[in-house]
């Protein structure tokens, strides 16, 4: 029997395990897992890519599988109901032979304590293989509206995937006999496995200094983005580990640029971030205002993000509060202000495997109502004549648009592009919507509003 603190494969099961059982992020947990398993590079990176792409795939699998078991799959062992995700995902979705990948998941069957499923696990995964993941997609939405097809070909839920293509002003409707071009093109970038990206943070390292030690490539927009094109671990690299260097997409680099550098007229000393945790943008803020002599306020309503907020900025001039930031004292009081809203996190589902599928459409009202009351705070925080920056990594037109246009008739709504300048297919205005397959980026929203003076 194979050492199992050895097999790949077992530690993605502890992972999937851990997702469903204790609601656990796998981007932060993998990495752990993977490290006291002892696993080599190449065992690694097969576990990384089994672990993130079943869960990005589960409810398409589940979909899948529905239609080999003989029973609902609700009444399967959960451990059992993993085990046939992983099968199928490798047999669907890698370039692991099928029969490969159902000798191997029998076997991690049996080694995992499960003999007596494993005579299920065969018939059902051999059920499975009898069609690619293309086949299976086109079998299951046969006659169904585009929207739905592209959902189930690129892993999606369907009021997600309309929820882009409302975004990319396409129509999702289901007599619409369009192919939904672009949103095609969006779902398919959001299926990928994603490029870690760095920040250096200006102050304490330099882009090339971070280059020289990760064998990274300068990021395309940021002056400060470093792309890990090739893979690799970002806590191998001297600059992570001591924070002069952090993990932080390109796109949300952008949005914190893009508050710093809007144009203001009159003091410019007074910068808040209203929700700072975990403090990727905070940090970055704080490296920007200390070159002009400006203090970041950092607030955070929970005390564990607030510590995280505490050490990415380490040394740097903030002063970091914790508490509800539609209480926050000081009407008037700050010159720009980031607004990073609490959302639905649907604009980095490359990064967050199990995201797509613990959201549900509910989820928008409670999350709509904070953003604007959170909104109207960052608005009576900033003086006359001041900016607030209203981020979201969401495309969502709830969480997004309709937000920013709710605001009362003395908030002008700037036009944002200038301050992505670098960037194309930008759109109409005013605001600014990143996506991953135009921009390799996270899909950030921002919002450049301004109080009258």
């Not at 065992?43 to 792409?53: C, Q």
């Not at 065969?122 to 069609?131: K, Q």
């Not at 390109?250 to 700072?276: H, K, N």
Request: with cysteine; aromatic share 4%.
């Amino acid at each position: 029997m194979p050492d199992r603190r050895a097999d790949p494969r077992a530690v993605v099961l502890d992972l999937l395990a851990a997702v469903e059982e204790r609601s656990a992020y796998a981007n932060l947990l993998l990495p752990r897992l993977i490290r006291d398993a002892g696993l080599d590079a190449r065992d690694a990176a097969l576990a990384t890519e089994l672990g993130y792409g079943t869960l990005r795939a589960a409810g398409v699998l589940d979909t899948f599988l529905e239609r080999c078991v003989d029973r609902p799959l609700d009444r399967l062992d959960p451990p059992v109901l993993r085990l046939l995700r992983l099968g199928a995902y490798q047999a669907l979705r890698t370039r692991i032979p099928p029969h490969a990948a159902v000798a191997t998941t029998v076997d991690l069957a049996r080694a995992g304590g499960h003999g007596r499923a494993a005579g299920l696990v065969n018939a059902v995964l051999r059920r499975v293989v009898v069609a690619d993941w293309d086949e299976w997609s086109a079998r299951v939405t046969a006659g169904r509206p585009v929207i739905e097809r592209l959902a189930m070909r690129y892993a999606h839920p369907s009021w997600l995937a309309s929820a882009f293509a409302q975004a990319l002003g396409e129509q999702p409707s289901a007599s619409s006999t369009s192919e939904l071009t672009e949103t095609a093109r969006a779902l398919a970038a959001d299926d990928e496995r994603p490029i870690t990206h760095l920040v250096a943070r200006p102050g304490r390292v330099t882009r090339a200094e971070l280059l020289a030690q990760s064998d990274g490539a300068p990021g395309p927009w940021s002056p400060y983005a470093v792309r890990l094109e090739h893979g690799g671990d970002p806590a191998r690299i001297a600059a992570v580990r001591s924070g002069a260097a952090a993990v932080q997409d390109e796109g949300s680099q952008l949005c914190a640029l893009a508050l710093a550098e809007a144009p203001l007229a009159g003091p410019d000393a007074a910068w808040l971030d209203l929700c700072a945790g975990p403090g990727g943008k905070a940090a970055l803020l704080a490296a920007l205002a200390a070159a002009r002599g400006a203090r970041v306020h950092a607030n955070e309503l929970h005390p564990h993000r607030a510590e995280l907020v505490a050490a990415a900025t380490a040394g740097a001039p903030v002063d970091i509060t914790v508490g509800d930031a539609r209480e926050l004292p000081g009407d008037g009081r700050y010159d720009r202000v980031l607004l990073d809203a609490p959302c639905t996190g649907t604009g980095a589902l490359r990064r967050r495997p199990e995201a797509r599928w613990r959201r549900d459409p509910s989820d928008l009202a409670a999350l709509t109502g904070l953003q604007r009351e959170l909104l109207a705070a960052a608005l009576r925080l900033v003086r006359p004549g001041g900016v607030v920056g209203y981020v979201t990594c969401s495309p969502h037109l709830a969480e997004t648009r309709d937000v920013v246009a709710g605001t009362r008739p003395s908030i002008v709504l700037d036009d944002a592009r200038p301050l992505f300048a670098a960037l194309p297919e930008l759109g109409a205005g005013p605001t600014v919507q990143l996506w991953p397959h135009r921009h390799g980026t996270d899909a950030m929203f921002f919002a450049l509003l301004r109080r009258a003076g």
